[in-house]
């Protein structure tokens, strides 16, 4: 038998194992979702939005519940967790109070008496979704699908059960029809099955650009729209021009919200090399006053990395890179403790092809390079194969037209890149396709339908 297990990464100790869902638990799951669509369809968006707040409002009432079975299970320092919490709510909420906006009927002039196009749902869409920000991630996805008239299968990463079980409870808690969400704790290689079965509709995918890859190619073989978040390597460029202060004190949290286990987090540091020193030296003082320790306790600002595999990973890219010439000015050494910590870790005189430049890092670990001018940084920016987030700091106007030329999918400036439920996000590139959240994701999982009403008109 599959054992779903999640392990405490402060510690190492397992701490929760789950069977995996057996071939007739995954049917009724399937089949409850397909039976469900025709009455959450027809619900009607108040029904829907009225669920969504429910949700929401249990989400804050366990706010200390939910936000600890993360910390366990990833290693999320505890106060992050609670604003995961919060932050679940809120998407819930976003699309509570704008979902029936985002998809109301759009009417087009045409030579028929009446044309317009109306949004209408797909059916059940299976979200595929990794361990690093579980209940976040979970409603990113189901929120806007939900709300669009869709049921949700969630098939969530197999260290997180209690999350994935959580999340489900949050629901049955406050009377969700039956099949309307349902968790799917099935093992990874049985996912390309439930991809291909007739009643899955579309898949929304977030997770490293290789898994991607092999859902995207699933999804494709059985002509099933995907939405693919994927990994990114993103820059950050700080010109001459630019608040230092300002900056290093953003990308020093950026560097190390959730560990620096972010797709979105800025990992590549590009300053143009009139700032350089004093730009390393503001986030060397910063990061090396932060508290790693016990996710438990509310003064620990770096919790542990989620794995034993991914800490070594990273540790590996740490190592090749100052292999190759870069300079560890703090940090790289993996401390004396239990569970998986990794210590902040700065890096500079990173070039091109180092693997702290070429890979995704995954955990708190700033990467420094140097450029000549504007026009050196933004090339450096562009050069890698992913495209999902960036941000440059600078003059407000002149960062304006920087973004344009940056290839990613969304650009901050002078500020920190995040997730907004009112704004779309998604990456080009090695990044994945498609968009969620805002107005694009609600799109992203309905019919566009045209209809044409006649007579003609000459």
């Known amino acids: 038998m599959t054992m779903l297990t999640a392990t405490d990464p402060s510690t190492g100790r397992v701490i929760r194992e789950q069977p995996a869902a057996t071939a007739p638990e995954v049917e009724q799951i399937l089949e409850s979702a397909e039976n469900a669509f025709p009455q959450w369809r027809a619900a009607g968006f108040a029904t829907r939005a009225g669920l969504l707040r429910d949700v929401a409002a249990e989400l804050r009432r366990g706010i200390e519940e939910y936000a600890l079975v993360m910390t366990e299970e990833m290693g999320k320092p505890i106060t992050e967790a609670r604003g995961e919490v919060q932050k679940a709510a809120w998407a819930a909420e976003h699309y509570a109070d704008h979902g029936e906006q985002y998809l109301a009927t759009e009417y087009v002039d045409s030579d028929a008496a009446s044309s317009y196009v109306q949004y209408l749902p797909l059916g059940p869409v299976l979200g595929v979704l990794p361990w690093n920000a579980p209940f976040w991630l979970a409603f990113r996805f189901c929120a806007p699908a939900l709300m669009a008239g869709n049921t949700c299968v969630m098939k969530h990463d197999p260290h997180v059960p209690g999350c994935a079980a959580a999340i489900a409870a949050a629901f049955r808690a406050v009377g969700a029809p039956e099949g309307v969400f349902a968790s799917l704790p099935v093992a990874t290689p049985d996912v390309a099955d439930v991809i291909r079965d007739r009643r899955i509709r579309a898949v929304s995918f977030t997770g490293s650009d290789r898994a991607g890859a092999a859902v995207a190619a699933v999804a494709a073989s059985e002509i099933k729209p995907a939405v693919l978040e994927l990994g990114g390597s993103d820059p950050s460029i700080v010109l001459a021009d630019a608040d230092i202060d300002a900056a290093a004190e953003v990308l020093t949290l950026s560097r190390i919200i959730n560990a620096g286990q972010s797709c979105i987090a800025a990992k590549r540091i590009i300053v143009e090399r009139s700032v350089h020193d004093e730009l390393v030296e503001a986030l060397r003082s910063r990061l090396a006053a932060l508290q790693m320790g016990d996710p438990r306790l509310e003064s620990t600002q770096i919790g542990p990395i989620a794995r034993a595999d991914l800490r070594d990973n990273l540790h590996r890219q740490v190592v090749e890179t100052i292999a190759a010439g870069a300079t560890c000015v703090l940090g790289g050494r993996i401390p004396d403790l239990p569970g998986y910590f990794y210590p902040p870790t700065l890096l500079d005189g990173v070039r091109p092809g180092m693997a702290a ?80 959240l805002g107005r694009a994701g609600i799109h992203e999982f309905v019919n566009a339908q045209q209809v044409w009403v006649g007579p003609k008109r000459e």
């Open 357 to 436: 430049c070429a890979e995704e890092t995954f955990g708190p670990v700033a990467a420094v390079m140097t450029a000549v001018d504007a026009e050196h940084a933004v090339d450096l920016a562009n050069a890698t194969p992913y495209g999902l987030a960036a941000s440059v700091w600078t003059e407000a106007a002149r960062g304006e037209r920087i973004a344009r030329d940056l290839e990613a999918g969304q650009v901050s400036v002078n500020g920190i890149v995040k997730t907004d439920p009112r704004l779309p996000s998604g990456g080009i590139k090695r990044s994945g396709y498609g968009r969620e």
